[in-house]
T-cell receptor, first 114, second 117 residues
Framework: GENVEQHPSTLSVQEGDSAVIKCTYS??????FPWYKQELGKRPQLIID?????GEKKDQRIAVTLNKTAKHFSLHITETQPEDSAVYFC?????????????FGTGTRLTIIP | GAVVSQHPSWVICKSGTSVKIECRSL??????MFWYRQFPKQSLMLMAT?????????EQGVEKDKFLINHASLTLSTLTVTSAHPEDSSFYIC?????????????FGPGTRLTVL
């Protein structure tokens, strides 16, 4: 089955600096790669996703890049703010649809230092 | 749109009892629902996938007789933890996906924190 690795497990950055989280996946058939932000005791919140037909997607301060050849994708957060502090999970699934199961990475605890 | 609710939000029960958790899609028809378990400081682990009107498909290592999943309607799925034990204490999260405009991703419920004494 699919295996998703995520690095780093913890990340501390100064407010205003950029943060980068990286994930690799094992199944070359995976086509959909969402990123979630989870605050303590709350549901995962989809912040951005990318599908296999594009290499990069940006939404204001957040961007995701995908390299299908190398089977890795990354989350980039620029101009970080204290409210960006949370746990971030990457995930992968085989289809471009929500009815296919997701395999999650192990998570990255991001701390923004004021 | 795309609101998924869970009930209860938290529950405490005694060892050996059964607990039922409900997952509802409030504004769309959920053709597929997923149940995840999340232990403290860990990732979400998929327990099972259920399609409306069909038996759930359980992930390897998840006991189907212990974690009963019912997806009898397009807006409701239930997870029953039978004969709960302290090691079942966890954060249980459901997600739902529909058809057409609701098929692009999974929509997550707020989670249910189960504590077994």
């Amino acid at each position: 089955g699919e295996n998703v690795e995520q690095h780093p497990s913890t990340l501390s950055v100064q407010e205003g600096d950029s943060a980068v989280i990286k994930c690799t996946y094992s199944d070359s058939a995976s086509n959909y790669f969402p990123w979630y932000k989870q605050e303590l005791g709350k549901r995962p919140q989809l912040i951005i996703d990318i599908r296999s037909n594009v290499g990069e997607k940006k939404d204001q301060r957040i961007a995701v890049t995908l390299n299908k050849t190398a089977k890795h994708f990354s989350l980039h957060i620029t101009e970080t703010q204290p409210e960006d502090s949370a746990v971030y999970f990457c995930a992968a699934s085989k289809e471009n649809f929500g009815n296919e199961k997701l395999t999650f990475g192990t998570g990255t605890r991001l701390t923004i230092i004021p | 749109g795309a609101v998924v609710s869970q009930h209860p939000s938290w529950v405490i029960c005694k060892s050996g009892t059964s607990v039922k958790i409900e997952c509802r899609s409030l504004d769309f028809q959920a053709t597929t629902m997923f149940w995840y378990r999340q232990f403290p400081k860990q990732s979400l682990m998929l327990m099972a996938t259920s399609n409306e009107g069909s038996k759930a498909t359980y992930e390897q290592g998840v006991e189907k007789d212990k974690f009963l999943i019912n997806h009898a309607s397009l807006t409701l799925s239930t997870l029953t933890v039978t004969s709960a034990h302290p090691e079942d204490s966890s954060f249980y999260i459901c997600s739902a996906s529909g058809s057409e405009g609701w098929a692009d991703t999974q929509y997550f419920g707020p989670g249910t924190r189960l504590t077994v004494l």
